[in-house]
Each structure stands twice: as structure tokens, then as C-alpha cells.
């Protein structure tokens, strides 16, 4: 298994200076840093040898990091991608998170915040599979946690991986109110605190996905089947 001291990390950024501050703070921390400045040195890269996990900058010249990122989806790598950014606006990040990043950053950061970061991620993706366990069902909802399926009543659900994970999170524990602390360190691995609104973006993305379901398969769902405690977190209430 790779650990957070053993991993391979690409960083992805054309600030000559930023990068190499980046790649001697990582590698103080044990991790193999390879790095590039531009998307398509990036995109070779990958091809010759997938890393770790990936730090991407946003502002690459030619393509974005954002459409790197997406690129990198569509061609089925399932690392862990961390954007940076100097842009701190809500829509920023969650087109970042759209395009597939699992967490997002913004400039200036402190470097430990981006260790921990990684870490973090590193270890939610390297995490030990426990037993078998058997699919939940909460109402219409059909979650199979072993072979990463989710349905509303007949109709599938088509899930990134991190939106999988959150689901079955709150369909786990269903009616229990989870604190968005909680379900950080559920989903993404984190254990410490980070100011992120990373599971809001996530809810509203599964939120639109059940709705489309429940709309396109005839199901009767409730309004909101995963709901807000304002507060605290959010719930999957049973019907």
C-alpha cells in the first residue's frame, strides 16, 4: 500500500519559483516529486507513469488546470487531483470539484495545510476495504457499497467516485445527522479541521442527481431526501 511518506506526486504548475517551493516542501515530507508547467507535458507525463496523487495550478497556459482535470477524468484516472488557485470565488471552486478534483486550494496556502491535504486524500484512496458489507436500502434508495452501485428504485445512478462515497456515508448512518466534520473525514480522509465547503458542493450535486432520477424514473421521492440541519450537517431521512 502506498503510504503519505512513499507517494509520487505530480505537480503541475508554470510559476517556476511556486513549483520548485512546492516540490522541496513535499519532498522535506518524503514524497517523490515530479513536476511540469503546462497540461500537455502533464498529460505525457501521466501517460508514462499515473502518480499518486496530482497538484494542478488553474492559470496553465493553453489548457486550463481545471480542463486538465477533466481530461484526466474522461480518460479514466482515479488519483486523487488537488487544484490550486488564486481565485477564491464559490463558483471557482466548485467548477474545479465539477471537473473531478477531490479537493481545492487557494493561493496564498501554507504549505503544511497542503501536506495534510494529500495526506489526507492519500489515505481515503488507499484505505484497506473492511468486510463485506451487505447493500443498503432507505426507501427507493438502493446503495451496494461492495460493487460501488447506487440506484432509485429501477433507475441507476451515475456517480463520481466521491459523490459514491458521500452517499453511501449518509445512507450508512441514515436518519443520524451528520456534521459536515464528520463526513469530511468519512469521505475525504480528513482528520483535522479545514475551512472547505467542499461537502455543501457534494450534497448539491447528489441532490440534482436523485431529483433527475426520481423525475426521470417515475419514482415518488421527497423533496429533499438528503436534508439540512441547519447548523450541524446534513441527514438521509427514510420516508
Request: charged share 25%; hydrophobic share 45%.
Amino acid at each position: 500500500m502506498t503510504t503519505p511518506g512513499s507517494a509520487t506526486v505530480l505537480v503541475v504548475e508554470d510559476d517556476d519559483a511556486v513549483r520548485r517551493a512546492i516540490g522541496r516542501g513535499l519532498g522535506v515530507h518524503g514524497m517523490t516529486v515530479s513536476e511540469v508547467g503546462d497540461a500537455e507535458a502533464a498529460l505525457i507525463r501521466v501517460a508514462q507513469a499515473p502518480p499518486d496523487l496530482m497538484v494542478l495550478d488553474v492559470g496553465l497556459p493553453g489548457m486550463s488546470g481545471i480542463a486538465l482535470c477533466a481530461e484526466l477524468r474522461a480518460r479514466g484516472l482515479e488519483v486523487p487531483i488537488l487544484i490550486l488557485s488564486a481565485r477564491d470565488q464559490v463558483g471557482d471552486r466548485v467548477e474545479g470539484l465539477r471537473a473531478g478534483a477531490d479537493d481545492y486550494l487557494v493561493k496564498p496556502f501554507d504549505l503544511d495545510e497542503l501536506v495534510a491535504r494529500l495526506q489526507a486524500l492519500l489515505r481515503r484512496a488507499t484505505r484497506v476495504a473492511g468486510p463485506p458489507t451487505s447493500a443498503i436500502n432507505v426507501g427507493a434508495l438502493w446503495v451496494d457499497v461492495d460493487r460501488r452501485m447506487a440506484r432509485l428504485g429501477t433507475h441507476a445512478l451515475d456517480l463520481t467516485r466521491r459523490e459514491f462515497d458521500l452517499l453511501a456515508a449518509l445512507a450508512t448512518n441514515a436518519d443520524i445527522v451528520m456534521s459536515r466534520i464528520r463526513l469530511l473525514e468519512l469521505v475525504w480522509g480528513y482528520d483535522f479541521e479545514v475551512d472547505t465547503n467542499v461537502v455543501d458542493v457534494f450534497v448539491g450535486y447528489l441532490r440534482r442527481k436523485l431529483a433527475a432520477a426520481g423525475a426521470g424514473g417515475g419514482e415518488h421521492i421527497q423533496d429533499n431526501p438528503i436534508q439540512t440541519v441547519r447548523g450541524v450537517g446534513f441527514v438521509l431521512r427514510r420516508p
